[in-house]
Every structure is written in structure tokens, then in C-alpha cells.
């Protein structure tokens, strides 16, 4: 399988390779040159498997020969060990034919951790093989850094920075990037916000010189191995649910559009997806675009699930790729027009397509605190805030089609928003009791490029 890149302008590449570079040299991010497709039979085949052997039968075409056959089923089978719920994945009835998927039993209690914890096994396989050694620099809204630093602290051929807005996680985000005791994990913590924190990473991949110095890899939601390991649960969900003889909708809470994406994916593979439902906070800019054809920049309104709080969307450029047939050249002008001025318009046949396969819906503040309290007054669940926002707008397009709504984080994560809304406030599970008494270690930096590669450079371990 090869990778060619959004932009239309950087080397095509393997799969490792698409996976070890994240950002093509083009600015743009690797997609699959063509989607592998799974027949009816093939996804019938799926029910009742466990969640490793759907992962490994669903991203085995992608991978291709980059790792043998029982090599790569091994690293599936340690990526998910450490999973607190025996189907990884668990999906729970909420309201007739509305269903959450559990996305939250990894070790940092978010989803990322199915993408960081897979990734976290291919990265140190292929590092082990080559023998080289990479600076991992990856920017996070809260999730993505914890998951990171989980999967890749103590590696020997690997340093981890995250850079993180200073004052904007909640504080188990936190204490999870900040606790660990490993010399290979920098928490770096940003005056800026979460933009900042992304626009200072993609700066370090395009100042080449310190990209091949360091030799810099990234691990953000526009890693191709990130993406790709998501499309699994769709797969699990929908099948469980009847496919592939019903179709099933699903909901995301989305900020970057990673997830979501890999929904896109598993809906290019053959899965009977109805609907793609992208819920956003009030950081509505994907809401807005999809409503518009208009994507206009405003500046990020913190809010309660800060995992969302976002204005520029990654990864909704390989959706816009798609949508102009994967046309490179028009891609690299939008996205040359959003550096400009902020803002880009979509073209009518673009939208169209977009509009086909997505539907949007934004949530206010208050109405996902209410969401929160009506959930759990009414079915005893607590869900955290990025859920609710996906509850709430899932409730606009439920119907005959089984909805499913996915449940991004586990309520611990943000036991203030939740205990305010609902008056219940969520324990951690028992395996991190302890967070809150272990020492922190965090680096605050400017929001400024030099001095971030003049610290990164002197703190790699030697
Ligand atoms: C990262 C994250 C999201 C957004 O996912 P994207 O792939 O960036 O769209 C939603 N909820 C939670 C809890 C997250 O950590």
C-alpha cells in the first residue's frame, strides 16, 4: 500500500514511513493512494471475533508487508493488554436505538489511547529494526499528550516532548503528562492556547533543518497509523449492531477530525454507514463549514470539553481532499488561503460531497451541562462533556437506523464539569487513584519557535 500526500507535491511512501513522518514535506498529511474494500462476506465474517483479531483483519491491507503477519498480531495483542474492559470497545444501550460507544478504557481513559497505545508497538518495531532514534513532538488539547507520553516513556530509542496550553487542561490532563517519573518524557507546558501549541508543531516540520537534526516524527491526529487504528471500532460497533445487513449511524464528538475521519474510511471500505455526524462545542467551526461551505477562523472560546477546543481542523483536509477528487494543487491553495486570510470557500461540488457523507449539529455550554444531568438522571450514566455534546446532537438525527454515539472520554477526566452538571463526581478507577500525590515535572515555554528548538534539542536524552 501507498501513501500520497493531501498537497499532491511530496514523495509518495510506504506505510512506515507515512507513519514515522506524520506531516508530508508538502504541508500536507498521507492518505491511502486507494481504499481497500471488505466485501459483505468479509465483514459478516467479523461477528463475534475479538476486538485484536477485527483490528488485525481491518488494518491488515493498510499495513501491507511493513510487518509479518504474526509480528504485526502481536503488537495489536500488546497495545490493547492494558485495556480495563475485556471487548476494548464496549457499546451500551442508552435509549431505543441510541447506543455509546466506550471509547475509555485505556490507560489514560480517553480514546486516543486506541490509536497511541497501536502506534506506541509499530514505532518502537521498526525503530528496533532500523536501529535509529527519533524526538517524538507532539501538541495536545489534553488527550492526545497523556496517550502519547503513556505509550512511548521508558523507550530507549525514543524522546517524548508534548507542548500543552499552559492553564487550559483540566487537571487530571494534566497530572497525566506531568506525573510521569521516565528521563524520556518533557511536558512542555505553552503561553498560548491549543492553535499556538499546533502552529508552533507544524513550524518545527517545516524548518527542515531541525526536523532531519532531531529527526522529529509526530504522533498528532494527522498521523496516518492514528487514523487507521480507529477505523477498527467502527467496524466492531457497526457489527454488533447488524451489519453488514443494517446500516448503522454514528456521532462524533469531534475537534480535529481524526475520528470522525477514520469513520469516512471504514465507510470507503465497504461498512454500511448511513451518516457521519460531527458534533462540535461552541467551537464551531466544522459546524459552521458544513452549514456555509464558508471556513472562517474565530478565536478559541475555552469550554468544558476542552478536547474540542479548536478553530483550525487538521484533518478536514483530507476530507477536502477527497471531496475535490483528490485534487492536490486545489487543496494546497485552500489551505494557502486559510495561512492568508484566515478563511476559505469551499466549492459548490465540494460541499455537495461533504454534505453527503456528513451531517453537523454544534452545543452550547449550558446544553451540554443539562445533557449531562438529564443522562444521568434518567439512565444512571455519567458521561463526560465530550460525550454529552455528541448525545445531544446524536438525539437530532436518531430513527429508524441504529445511532451510535461515541463516548471520547471517561467522566474522571473532568470531574469538575461533570460534578457541577449532574452533582455526581466521577472516581478515577482504581489503577490511578494516586494521581493527585505524585510529583509533577513540567517546562512552561514561550510561544515561540526558536526557543522551543534550542530546549528540545538540549534536553534530548543523550
Ligand atoms: C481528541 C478528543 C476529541 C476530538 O477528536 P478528534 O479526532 O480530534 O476530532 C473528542 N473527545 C475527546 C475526549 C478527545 O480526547
Redesign the pocket.
Known amino acids: 500500500m501507498r501513501y500520497v500526500s493531501t498537497r499532491g507535491a511530496a514523495p509518495v511512501l510506504g506505510f512506515e514511513e507515512a507513519m514515522m513522518t506524520g506531516l508530508a514535506r508538502d504541508g500536507g498529511l498521507y492518505v491511502p493512494e486507494t481504499v481497500p474494500q471488505m466485501s459483505a462476506g468479509d465483514i459478516a465474517a467479523l461477528a463475534g471475533q475479538s476486538y485484536e483479531e477485527v483490528a488485525f483483519r481491518v488494518m491488515a491491507p493498510f499495513v501491507g508487508d511493513t510487518f509479518p503477519q504474526a509480528q504485526f498480531r502481536d503488537l495489536i495483542a500488546r497495545a490493547y493488554a492494558g485495556f480495563g474492559h475485556p471487548a476494548r470497545a464496549p457499546l451500551k444501550q442508552l435509549a431505543p436505538n441510541h447506543f455509546l460507544l466506550e471509547l475509555f478504557h485505556g490507560p489514560t481513559l ?3 489511547d486506541f490509536a497511541m497505545q497501536l502506534i506506541g508497538q509499530m514505532f518502537q518495531a521498526a525503530l528496533t529494526r532500523s536501529g535509529n532514534r527519533i524526538t517524538i513532538v507532539g501538541a495536545t ?4 499528550g497523556s496517550a502519547a507520553i503513556e505509550a512511548f516513556k521508558g523507550l530507549s530509542n525514543v524522546d517524548v516532548f508534548i507542548l500543552f496550553p499552559h492553564g487550559r487542561v483540566s487537571e487530571v490532563q494534566r497530572r497525566q503528562m506531568t506525573t510521569p517519573a521516565e528521563a524520556n518524557v518533557h511536558a512542555l507546558a505553552l503561553d498560548g492556547d491549543f492553535d499556538d501549541c499546533q502552529a508552533r508543531l507544524k513550524d518545527m516540520f517545516n524548518d527542515f533543518a531541525f526536523r532531519d537534526g532531531v529527526n522529529l516524527a509526530g504522533v498528532n ?1 494527522i498521523n496516518w497509523g492514528r487514523v487507521l487504528a ?1 477505523v477498527v471500532y467502527y467496524f466492531t460497533a457497526a457489527v454488533s449492531l447488524g451489519a453488514p445487513h443494517r446500516a448503522v449511524s454514528f456521532t ?10 477514520a469513520g469516512y474510511i471504514a465507510r470507503r471500505m465497504g461498512l454500511p454507514i448511513e451518516r457521519l455526524v460531527v458534533a462540535t462545542n461552541q467551537n464551531d467551526i466544522l459546524h459552521r463549514t458544513l452549514t456555509t461551505g464558508i471556513q472562517k477562523k474565530e478565536g478559541v472560546r475555552p469550554s468544558i ?1 476542552p ?2 477546543d ?1 478553530q483550525v ?1 487538521s ?1 478536514f483536509e483530507r476530507a477536502l481532499f477527497e471531496a475535490y477528487g483528490r485534487d492536490g494543487a486545489v487543496v494546497a491553495a485552500q489551505m494557502a488561503e486559510l495561512q492568508k486570510s484566515g478563511g476559505f470557500t469551499i466549492s459548490q461540488g465540494a460541499l455537495e460531497m461533504l454534505r453527503e457523507t456528513f451531517a453537523s449539529g454544534a452545543v452550547s455550554e449550558d446544553e451540554t451541562r443539562a445533557t449531562i444531568a438529564r443522562i444521568a438522571a434518567t439512565t444512571g450514566e455519567v458521561i ?1 462533556p ?2 454529552a455534546v455528541g448525545v445531544r446532537v446524536a438525539e437530532d438525527h436518531l430513527g429508524a437506523t441504529p445511532m451510535v454515539t461515541l463516548a ?2 471517561h467522566p474522571a ?1 473532568f470531574p469538575d464539569a461533570v460534578e457541577a452538571a449532574c452533582g455526581q463526581r466521577p472516581p478515577l478507577p482504581p489503577r490511578m487513584a494516586d494521581l493527585y500525590d505524585r510529583p509533577e515535572r513540567v517546562t512552561r515555554v514561550a510561544n515561540d519557535l526558536t526557543s522551543l528548538e534550542t530546549l528540545i534539542r538540549e534536553k534530548i536524552c543523550a
Open positions: 480517553a480514546f486516543k488539547s489534553g488527550d492526545t491526529s480507529q462524533v464528538p469531534t475537534g480535529n477530525f481524526g475520528d470522525i475521519f470539553s478536547s474540542m479548536i481542523s484533518n463526560c465530550h460525550t471520547t472520554a477526566k
